[in-house]
């Protein structure tokens, strides 16, 4: 990889961030190509995002990954939304031509793949489960923030019937409204709620510490539903043991990583993506 006048610059923007994946994953893909690409990962103080966004329209960076906690306050700094992030109310993708930017969400695309299991990451703890039909499951969903609001939308879009979630109820039902779907109440409760055939945590609950309890109470996996966690870090949490030990499928974030970086590397350099090449970056990184 060579950086000189003309590299075409990408990053992560989050707080925090320095433990961000996504580098490793889109800079396997510009290696494939030879493409003279580099993709950052950048820690934003959670009150620059708005010179952060400037910043990178002023020096022509071609695309951002918008992560936690910026996934919806990032949406009036914008030129344009794409339908789908204007229907979710959260971007995780923007994409910078000529100084316009505007807001994609792949959040969904990324987490509703990773359950069906279509040619997903197979980390060394655990497999992926075979490839799911989503149509006409009934999924339950524990967070409201950008991530949470983007995997419901996806799991209607699906066929699912989704039962949201949230710690602050009031929030909650706001969101639930806004996606039409129904609110379950507060995480505590999602064990009296079911049954479910999917359960998702959306929250960033595990984040960096494997002892951190599960957000998902053990009761629920007695309907050994298909799990995924979208914590990335730790690869395997504390939701995803519980859930492997009852007998469930259990899915990593990294699968919802993998998949939503491989339409953002499509959108950011117009090239079909080299699959298995991020794939097997991505697990090594991940060891």
Not at 5 to 30: D, E, F, M, R, W
């Amino acid at each position: 990889m060579r950086i000189d006048g003309t590299t075409v610059v990408c990053a992560s923007l989050g707080y925090p961030n320095k433990q961000s994946i996504s580098p490793v994953l889109h800079n396997a893909g510009y290696r494939a190509f030879g493409l003279n690409n580099v993709f950052l990962a950048l820690e934003v103080e959670p009150d620059r995002l708005e010179e952060a966004v400037l910043g990178a329209r002023a020096l022509g960076f071609r695309g951002c990954s918008v992560t936690k906690p910026f996934k919806e306050a990032v949406l009036p700094l914008l030129d344009r939304l794409d339908e789908t992030a204007s229907a979710i109310g959260a971007v995780n993708t923007i994409l910078n031509e000529g100084g316009v930017l505007s807001g994609y969400n792949s959040d969904w695309i990324g987490a509703v793949r990773a359950i069906e299991g279509a040619a997903g990451v197979r980390p060394s703890d655990g497999p992926m489960p075979e490839r799911l039909s989503l149509a006409g499951k009934r999924a339950c969903v524990v967070g409201a923030g950008g991530a949470g609001k983007a995997i419901v939308w996806g799991l209607v879009r699906a066929g699912c019937r989704v039962v949201l979630y949230n710690r602050d109820q009031d929030k909650g039902r706001a969101v639930a409204g806004s996606l039409a779907v129904e609110f379950g109440g507060a995480p505590s409760a999602l064990g009296e709620g079911g049954p479910f055939d999917i359960l998702v945590n959306a929250t960033s609950v595990g984040m960096g510490d494997a002892a951190a309890p599960s957000p998902i109470p053990a009761s629920a996996f007695r309907w050994k539903p298909t799990v995924l966690d979208a914590v990335i870090h730790p690869r395997t949490t504390a939701l995803l043991r519980a859930a492997r030990a009852a007998g469930c499928a259990a899915v990593p974030g990294a699968a919802m990583l993998l998949f939503q970086g491989l339409f953002q590397f499509e959108l950011f350099t117009g090239r079909k993506p080299p699959i298995e090449t991020m794939r097997r970056a991505l697990d090594r990184a991940l060891r």
